[in-house]
């Protein structure tokens, strides 16, 4: 085993914080680390919730905030799903979904993402249909999608907000801004669904997964959880400060977003052209990968004997797709370059 471990397997972002992350740190005093925060006798959650709302041109108490997206996630599913009620969830999604509604005793029901070539797609008429049929009480969409790296388009996403106007929807956009940098669609979405909660986060995008702060812009119709999830005492200080530096460090983050594009093709041509090899397309921080089965197991063992740190899918359709997270440039190439001489060397061209 090497002695160094890359990881590509947690969808982190290994470039890490914008310097002014780390700014924040070295200037902290007792304001942030003994004192609660007096925002909420201001009538405001937080400075963060303040300058989230300018930015999406919502109120400030359309804004909630949590201890990352996966908080927010489960504070909505404990809010709103009874026992026996149902949740549809994405067939190929984060396992987490499936938990909390266990959690609370809920019924799963899955709506297909559908394999088509080098990219999975939503199947709308199926998750119409299925909406129909089982009338959720919650519903989950998760765009980009993890870990198809798929999103919905905005056309798609509005037919099916459209038809979905009685259940509460939950668009899981943690991956969003590695897609798109426009708020303006987050002000119009609120506008028009009442019952849609929009959930982000810091972890992703902003490489502050160890920070643990997100976000969710709640829809008007969305009163019981925004008093389920009421913070007297307030929110982490440092987080909200390091997060507010994030959000005005746009070149840098900008400059990541553009080494994982050429990353993502360079993982497309590299293992694309291996033998049996898909590479699906993704506008997220990660690409899912298809292989020859036999390989799996044995490229698994070899990447961990060197220290680098793959998902290797075990869910019924995926168990012969890796799921990488792109890492730096220079250890996303030691792990094409490493995966490429493993095949090269077992499948001769
Ligand atoms: C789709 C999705 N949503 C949310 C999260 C968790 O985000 P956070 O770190 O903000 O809790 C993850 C983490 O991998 C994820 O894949």
Redesign the pocket.
């Known amino acids: 085993m090497s002695s160094q471990l890359l990881y590509f397997d947690?969808?982190e972002n290994q470039y890490g914080p914008a310097p002014a992350c780390f700014d924040v740190l070295r200037g902290v005093g007792i304001e942030q680390m003994s004192v609660y925060s007096r925002d909420f006798s201001r009538g405001v959650k937080s400075i963060l919730s303040e300058r989230l709302a300018g930015d999406f041109g919502v109120a400030e108490r359309d804004i909630l905030l949590g201890y990352?997206?996966?908080?927010i996630?489960k504070q909505t599913v404990h809010c709103y799903l009874g026992a026996g009620d149902r949740i549809m969830i994405p067939s190929h999604s984060?396992w987490y979904y499936k938990t909390i509604a266990e959690e609370v005793n809920g019924v799963s029901v899955e709506y297909p993402i559908v394999e088509g070539g080098e990219s999975y797609s939503y199947d709308i008429p199926a998750m119409l249909r299925i909406y129909d049929e089982h009338k959720p009480a919650v519903v989950l969409i998760?765009s980009p999608n993890?870990p198809t790296g798929n999103a919905l388009a905005h056309d798609d996403l509005l037919r099916v907000l459209r038809h979905m106007r009685e259940g509460i929807i939950v668009l899981?956009q943690?991956?969003w801004s590695y897609a798109s940098q426009d708020n303006n669609l987050v002000g119009d979405l609120r506008a028009e669904f009442p019952n849609l909660l929009i959930v982000r986060?810091f972890?992703k995008y902003y490489a502050l997964?160890g920070v643990r702060i997100?976000y969710a812009v709640m829809g008007s119709n969305l009163t019981a959880l925004e008093h389920f999830s009421a913070r007297y005492l307030g929110y982490s200080r440092l987080s909200e400060l390091i997060a507010l530096a994030a959000l005005d460090s746009i070149e840098y983050y900008t400059n990541i977003t553009a080494k994982m594009e050429e990353d993502r093709d360079m993982f497309r041509r590299t293992l694309g052209a291996l033998p049996g090899f898909t590479v699906f397309e993704s506008v997220a921080n990660f690409v899912l990968v298809k292989m020859p089965e036999e390989l799996c197991a044995p490229l698994k063992q070899d990447l961990t004997a060197r220290g680098l740190i793959v998902k290797f899918m075990n869910e019924d359709e995926l168990h012969t797709h890796m799921r990488i997270t792109l890492g730096t440039q220079e250890q996303n190439r030691i792990l094409a370059d490493a995966i490429r001489a493993f095949v090269q060397e077992r499948v001769p061209a």
């Open positions: 947690r969808n990352g997206a996966e908080d996630l984060w998760s993890n899981d943690a991956y986060t972890s997964a997100g």
